[in-house]
């Protein structure tokens, strides 16, 4: 079970009008069934104005319900959510509409008006919610904290209940989980996928399969061999896709942990920082930015490159080998042997083919989150090397020698990454060190004290002015 909660929205109508046609057509046979909850129409355009009205009537359903009014008023008074099944499940209209109420009342949503669409168009069960965000009796909004993660939760007890669970990461606990790649590295790859697919429809069009067909010979037995070969070329493409969204996996997993400890210094700044130190995160965050950019690029290029490079030898391989088992079956068929077991044989090689490449896969797979959990094991010290460069220095020295002068922590944070990581000039030592930083900080906090007492100063003598009439 996959749920999928989009972005809020502001028109019923518009977002009605997507899920009950087709797209870019008038007509509505995707459509497989509608079901409406808490509503006194089951006619789809009568339960929409009845929602369009209830979310205008927000503040007037307050003041019926007594609850106090005020507050930020509702700009996006439409959710849209679906739920998926695999396309293994055969769920019935029955069985869709009363999980649907399932998934309502754990998110404490069930009292909220919704319309129910369910599609057809696609290899798996999936109905779509429209929710009205604004409560029929109340007028409050619903509760949308942490959404996600409580539409998670019960995505997994309902694949317990159901006796087996797709999502095997809703298991573990959420830090243990593995991470969504951020959306401007997922992005930055975009363009290699579009290369990528590009270079192998150029390898299945191009790619001369001349078959042979004598008179006179087992044009059955010519069949299975074809389809045999036509099966492992599918298979090769098929396998391009994982091996493609595996290498972006594994580069993704190792520019993250390079800069693990940089991010984490960072957002713990912005955690404990003030108002006056955005302007400064700012810069630590684009520099931050700009610096995974620079690693990523390069590293993501080479390797798409090389694994373009392998896909094309390997695929070469596939064709030349194939090549030469049509020229065997050839002969076999004009001395009338048995072919039974030059099948059983051409398929015993393709199996130990993937086998082969599936256990490498595995392999690889265990080394990096072996070599990850060395890297971000908790608790164990990290080695230093003798330059002590600030991205292999753990957070517990950093923050000593910041608190060692007076200088603060995002002022060695922003020095950590202004200099890219750069170490120190030998026996020089570091800025939180350094007694001119710890005088210049002590003389900038009496600075900004003394400014904040004459603004103190000055807004009393204005206040006395003004009780005299002055």
């Known amino acids: 079970m996959i749920v999928k909660i989009g972005r809020g929205g502001k028109s019923f109508k518009g977002l009605a009008e997507y899920l009950t046609h087709d797209p870019k057509a008038r007509t509505d046979d995707r459509v497989d069934w ?30 019926e319900a007594g609850v106090r009014a005020g507050g930020c008023a509702t700009e996006n008074s439409v959710k849209e959510l679906s739920l998926n099944w695999s396309p293994e499940d055969k769920p019935t209209p029955e069985h869709m509409i009363a999980t649907a109420k399932g998934f309502l009342r754990h998110m404490n949503w069930h009292e909220h008006q919704v319309v129910m669409v369910a599609h057809n168009d696609k290899q798996y069960a999936q109905v779509h919610l429209m929710l009205n965000v604004v409560h029929p009796e109340t007028g409050r909004h619903l509760d949308d904290g942490l959404e996600r993660r409580r539409a998670q939760k019960w995505a997994l007890a309902y694949e317990q209940e159901q006796g087996r669970v797709y999502c095997e990461q809703r298991l573990k606990n959420p830090e243990e989980r593995e991470k969504n790649m951020p959306r401007n590295m997922y992005t930055a790859f975009q363009e290699n996928k579009r290369d990528f697919e590009k270079s192998e429809k150029l390898l299945r069009e191009n790619a001369e399969i001349r078959e042979y067909h004598p008179n006179n010979r087992k044009s059955e037995e010519w069949k299975i061999l074809k389809e045999i070969q036509k099966d492992e070329r599918l298979q090769f493409f098929a ?52 610096e995974q950019k620079a690693v990523l690029e390069p590293r993501r290029d080479a390797a798409c490159a090389e694994l373009k490079e392998a896909r094309s030898v390997e695929y070469r391989g596939i064709l030349d080998q194939q090549q030469a088992d049509r020229a065997e079956f050839r002969g076999r068929l004009e001395t009338g042997q048995d072919n039974a077991p030059f099948f059983h044989d051409v398929i015993e090689r393709q199996n130990a083919r993937r086998e082969i490449k599936s256990d490498f896969r595995a392999a690889a797979h265990e080394t990096t989150e072996r070599s990850h959990a060395v890297k971000a094991a908790p608790g164990e010290p990290r080695e230093i090397n003798s330059s002590n460069s600030p991205e292999t220095e753990s957070a517990p020295a950093v923050r000593h020698r910041v608190s060692a002068g007076a200088i603060s922590f995002l002022d060695a944070l922003f020095f950590d990454v202004t200099n890219l990581g750069s170490a120190p000039k030998a026996n020089e030592p570091w800025p939180g060190e350094r007694d001119e ?10 600075q900004a004290q003394h400014q904040e007492r004459e603004s103190v100063d000055a807004e009393w003598n204005s206040r006395q002015k003004a009780i005299r009439g002055e």
């Open 239 to 290: 396998d391009g896709k994982n091996q493609f969204s595996q290498l972006r996996s594994t580069i993704y997993r190792e520019v993250r942990e390079e800069f693990r400890e940089r991010w984490a210094n960072y957002y713990s700044a912005r955690k404990n920082g003030t108002e006056a130190d955005k302007d400064i995160l700012a810069d630590v965050k684009a520099k931050l930015i700009a």
């Open 34 to 63: 509608t079901h409406t909850h808490n509503l006194a129409n089951d006619h789809v355009p009568s339960a929409v104005d009845e929602m369009v009205w209830t979310a205008r009537n927000a503040e007037f359903l307050k003041q």
């Open 437 to 446: 930083f710890a005088v210049a900080a002590e003389e900038a906090t009496k």
